[in-house]
T-cell receptor
Framework: AQSVAQPEDQVNVAEGNPLTVKCTYSVSGNPYLFWYVQYPNRGLQFLLKYITGDNLVKGSYGFEAEFNKSQTSFHLKKPSALVSDSALYFC???????????????FGKGTKLSVKP | AAGVIQSPRHLIKEKRETATLKCYPI?????VYWYQQGPGQDPQFLISFYEKMQSDKGSIPDRFSAQQFSDYHSELNMSSLELGDSALYFCASSLERTGYEQYFGPGTRLTVT
């Protein structure tokens, strides 16, 4: 079965410092990986994805993620955190077990990012 | 840019009642997904439609059903509501040939009392 794991329930960072939110995956075959952010009482916003190609993926709001096949990781990073980045971050993998091209997303448990001034 | 629209945004129902949630995907998107997010939980996949045909089912209770209409909007019908159905229900849409990312609506918060 395909899955993603986010080992940290919460990450605390000071504003201006770099941030990393960790994600590891377990899939059969090539992974399709995504990061989403959720603000309180809001929907999930797409940040970035890895399908194929360069291991360093750049996304919205200055976020990037590095795909590491040997470590089966897809960590989310940002060089300089903002207070407004404080939110819940979900890593997700596309479920390809369906066998077709319309795979739903399987989410990690989420990591709460808190950026303090 | 147009986003996914969901209605209503909030819904309060009593146990054993029925509820209907609506979703209007981004124009020209060909796939719609429904997810349920319980308090403090990650979103769980319920059901999806591709070009108006049901394409996959996840952990959707038999009390729930869904369909996608000719104008591509989708409805999630929930009957015999239980307290445990209280959750955020998200609809997402995607255009498969452009990269698989799903765009989520703001969600419907269902409270069952």
């Amino acid at each position: 079965a395909q899955s993603v794991a986010q080992p940290e329930d919460q990450v605390n960072v000071a504003e201006g410092n770099p941030l990393t939110v960790k994600c590891t995956y377990s899939v059969s075959g090539n992974p399709y990986l995504f990061w989403y952010v959720q603000y309180p009482n809001r929907g999930l916003q797409f940040l970035l994805k890895y399908i194929t190609g360069d291991n360093l993926v750049k996304g919205s709001y200055g976020f990037e993620a590095e795909f590491n096949k040997s470590q089966t990781s897809f960590h989310l990073k940002k060089p300089s955190a903002l207070v407004s980045d404080s939110a819940l971050y979900f890593c997700a993998v596309r479920d390809m077990n369906y066998g077709g091209s319309q795979g739903n997303l399987i989410f990690g448990k989420g990591t709460k990012l808190s950026v303090k001034p | 840019a147009a986003g996914v629209i969901q209605s209503p945004r909030h819904l309060i129902k009593e146990k054993r009642e029925t509820a209907t949630l609506k979703c209007y995907p981004i124009p020209r998107h060909d796939t719609v997904y429904w997810y349920q997010q319980g308090p403090g939980q990650d979103p769980q996949f319920l059901i999806s439609f591709y070009e108006k045909m049901q394409s996959d089912k996840g952990s959707i209770p038999d009390r729930f059903s869904a369909q996608q209409f000719s104008d591509y909007h989708s409805e999630l019908n929930m009957s015999s509501l239980e307290l445990g159905d209280s959750a955020l229900y998200f609809c997402a849409s995607s255009l498969e040939r452009t990269g698989y990312e799903q765009y989520f609506g703001p969600g419907t918060r269902l409270t069952v009392t």
